[in-house]
């Protein structure tokens, strides 16, 4: 474990950790824990998880949860944004369960500077590991609530595709799981957010690019694995806040909706799916919101804020 922090590509206000994990498949792995600097004591962490092609630029996010209370730390998981090594496929994985040891390390940090727990807050992808982990995972008592902006709960595909397709390219990821499919992933998501393009935000389109990289079979696979386990319900202790858009785009090509709905996920399998996740959860449908709440307009996210902090309060957290 690196021993102390260094500055940050986000600048003089964040600092970041390497985390040297085991090797896998792919040889040499790191994840990296990003923490904004302190500016005094705080009562409470609070630990950040990106989705899916992304990793951790949202300064104002972690200077929100500062303001109340929380020391804020981020995790860039294996393989994605500062994590990422030249000989890795970005994003690869072929079990969920590889990003437990990630998390398992960013806690233990949290622990050793102070905080015996965290609040963890994941979006998307992101969102359906740290239920997972909380599920779970061996350091899952270290969790005191959950945060879920928009988690990737179910594939939003046509019928067809989500039922025959997918199943079976994913049930040929445990025989082939480094090969890809063609991808029909599309740039409109990224084109809305990046301030180049249509967005508002800055960030290294080298780690979060306009079109996602490629999925392999073997991604397919975990993450198909993981959603039929959401399905059948999970036993998650904790409080669990579920914030999600109130509508999803239902147009190709642009469409200025990529600004105030979800441009990614179908946000009814969110509402029908995050009850599942355990016994105290509250679901939250965010209006106007994008797929990434935290970066739609600022009266939507300023409502998200508000959504969270008042619901952590109410816990005490």
Not at 34 to 61: C, S, T
Not at 199 to 228: C, M, N, Q, T
Not at 249 to 277: E, H, M, N
Request: charged share 20%; with cysteine.
């Amino acid at each position: 474990m690196s021993a102390s922090y260094q500055p940050d590509v986000l600048g003089p206000d964040f600092e970041q950790r390497v985390l040297p994990q085991p090797d896998d498949y792919e040889g040499e792995v790191q994840c990296t824990l990003v923490r904004l600097r302190p500016k005094g004591p705080a009562a409470r962490a609070v630990l950040y998880v990106h989705g899916f092609n992304d990793y951790f630029f949202q300064r104002e996010m972690a200077h929100r949860y500062q303001q109340q209370g929380y020391q804020f730390y981020a995790l860039d998981l294996r393989k994605y944004g500062r994590s990422w090594l030249p000989h890795q496929r970005p994003n690869n994985v072929r079990d969920l369960r590889e990003y437990y040891a990630d998390l398992d390390a960013a806690l233990a940090v949290v622990q050793a500077e102070g905080y015996a727990t965290a609040v963890l807050c994941a979006h998307s992808t992101g969102g359906l590991v740290a239920a997972l982990y909380a599920h779970e995972g061996i350091q899952r008592a270290v969790v005191s609530a959950l945060v879920l902006n928009s988690p990737f709960l179910a594939m939003n595909q046509p019928w067809l595709k989500k039922q025959v397709a997918i199943p079976l390219a994913a049930a040929l990821g445990r025989f082939l799981p480094n090969i890809s499919p063609p991808s029909d992933l599309p740039p409109e998501y990224g084109l809305s957010l990046h301030q180049n393009y249509q967005g508002e935000w800055d960030y290294r389109l080298l780690w979060k690019p306009l079109v996602p990289f490629p999925v392999s079979l073997g991604w397919l696979r975990a993450i198909g694995a993981g959603h039929r386990r959401v399905r059948r319900g999970l036993a998650i202790a904790q409080p669990v806040l579920v914030l999600h858009s109130d509508r999803t785009v239902r147009t190709s090509g642009w469409s200025d909706d990529y600004f105030r709905a979800d441009g990614v996920l179908d946000v009814l399998d969110i509402q029908a799916l995050a009850p599942r996740l355990g016994t105290r959860v509250t679901v939250q449908a965010i209006a106007g919101g994008m797929h990434d709440l935290v970066l739609s307009s600022e009266p939507v996210r300023e409502q998200v804020y508000r959504e969270i902090f008042t619901w952590l309060a109410t816990l005490g957290q």
